[in-house]
């Protein structure tokens, strides 16, 4: 019986934005940034957190950067667009929706249709054959709207800003649930911590 | 694909086709010429063979050639049947990837895969001609859901020195990978059959076994795990298992209680074992329909799976394939639950020489790898992904169902664009 077992193992969400959830192990990354073997420049938004480096590792929160907050006050809907993902941040995504974190309860929501979203999750190293699928996408989409580049991928990648305008990036290979959480709290104009 | 060019690859090759015992793997273009590569799933064998031009019994008899190729087509369909595109941005797809459909209106007369939109991902290039050691983070992120399959057979490969710490910490590592990649199989079909709580406690499983990556070896998905596992924490890997494992039980032991889940799944996707050999098909799907191929077996971690029995279905429908992978979790929770952690990783460093292929099985089917090591640098790279031939197979057991069929076929493979577009040989 599903609705006995569900009362039987009681509330898995997260408090979070309340407080801050300790029993998500948080992502590792290097203790600093330098001797990189894999590129000359690299910061947090780079770093896949591979530890070829050398570096001591240790467990800190994926970086959340959001410029501006969308001028929304209701529900946000979702536009999730691969352009050459590996399929990490694809699931990474999808499990917003698992019990612990339940993004509904935030008021947002997935779309399947870039005409109903606010804003636009863009996944992976964008291909030349992602190109004219993200411009339409943006496109499509009704002011006022966002991109948001998940995980070190997109993040870094400076084809996807000569397309569309990023409002924000999210650190990680691939990004946790609970940041790319944020990054949402962050673009609806609720994030108080 | 990217031909060889001039570069060289010592591979014998046999002067014949090989029997019947033998499955089509994978084929490479090799300059002018193409590199068949075929398996007996028995012995593990693999033979080579080369071809300037394909025989013409080939290219009739071995429609998976189609996969290798990329030149699907739809020449058949019935007067009223027209063409739609699905993808490479649809919700239902869910990645970069898209399908050709025939259809009068209800029933799928013909699909084709659409595959490429993420062939062009920039990692090919900072792989080849690098050396072994920098190539390794990359080889982790070809593709997410099975990067530690992929880093395990690579390392096995590329590496001279891999000690006996180093091949428990793969073997755990694709174990769990196992686990986490059936699972969330499940949570989608129960989510399919609008089984939406079912489909909710599997996702909840899916997030703590997640977890659980995370604390032990450093990375959700297993990515570098080799190299984080040293920051890790072990002490609780066995009880955490059990506690999973018991859960799992229930949950699989409820959802498939529910007549509208078995009643969907049946009948769905079907692949007969004829369509199995006939196609090449290996993995689940081949295991499904009762044809034992299993790369375990023989494949590069062959001595911790020496008790190991395929497990098979009969049917071959999405229902088959979802026991398959019941049956597969079970096994792979209990090799875990007696897990010793080593006290160290002892991550190999010092690069093979040569030509090396090799297999293994990740969680839909095997991965085949063949590469090309010249002074500690990868001269020639060629990998065969499993969800290359999952899309085929898909395109096969499609035919004939409904539209309503489709994401329980799709989901029942399990299977990659990110995967299957790796595909090829690169130099």
Known sequence: ?193 | MVCLGVVSVNLKFEDNLPSEDFALTAMFPYGDEVIAVWTDYSTGKHVFSKFTRMPDELTANRPLLHAFRNDYRIDEKSKCAKLLNYGPAAGGIGEAGAFKIATCGERIEALVPSRGYKAGRAFKHKIVKNTVQMASPYISRLSGQFSASYYTLFTNLAFEDIDERFEQLCFAATELERIHNHIWVIHKLANDAAQKVASAHFAALTEELLRLNSRVFGNRYLIDFARLYQFGEHDDFTKSIKTLKTEFLSLIDELLRSRIVIDRLHTTGTLTSEQIKEHDIMGIPARAAGVERDARKFSVLQSYHKEHVPKLGEDGDALARLLVRVEEVKESFELLENFEFPKSSAIPNTPAEGTRYGMIEAPPGDIFMVLDIVSGRINWLGIRPPSLVMLHAFSVGIRGNVFTDFPFALDSFGLYFADADIYGGWS
């Open chain 1, 1 to 193: 019986m599903w609705l006995l077992r569900g009362l039987k193992k009681g509330i898995l969400t997260t408090r979070f934005p309340k407080e801050q959830d300790s029993a998500i192990p948080l992502s590792f990354y290097p203790v600093n940034y330098k001797d990189c073997p894999l590129y000359e420049r690299m910061d947090k938004f780079r770093c896949m957190s591979c530890g070829y480096c050398g570096q001591e590792m240790h467990r800190e929160r994926d970086s959340v950067e959001v410029k501006k907050a969308l001028p929304l006050k209701r529900s946000i809907h979702i536009f999730v667009l691969d352009v050459g993902s590996c399929g990490a941040c694809n699931r990474e995504i999808s499990l917003l929706a698992a019990p612990q974190y339940d993004f509904h309860r935030l008021g947002f929501f997935t779309t399947p249709t870039p005409k109903h979203a606010d804003v636009l999750f863009v996944v992976g190293a964008l291909t030349e054959e992602m190109k004219p699928v993200l411009k339409e996408a943006y496109s499509l989409m009704p002011d006022s709207k966002a991109v948001i580049a998940l995980g070190v991928c997109a993040s870094e990648s400076k084809d996807i800003e000569d397309i569309v305008p990023l409002a924000g990036r999210v650190s990680g290979c691939p990004p946790q649930p609970i940041s790319i959480l944020e990054s949402l709290l962050k673009i609806a104009g609720r994030w108080n911590q």
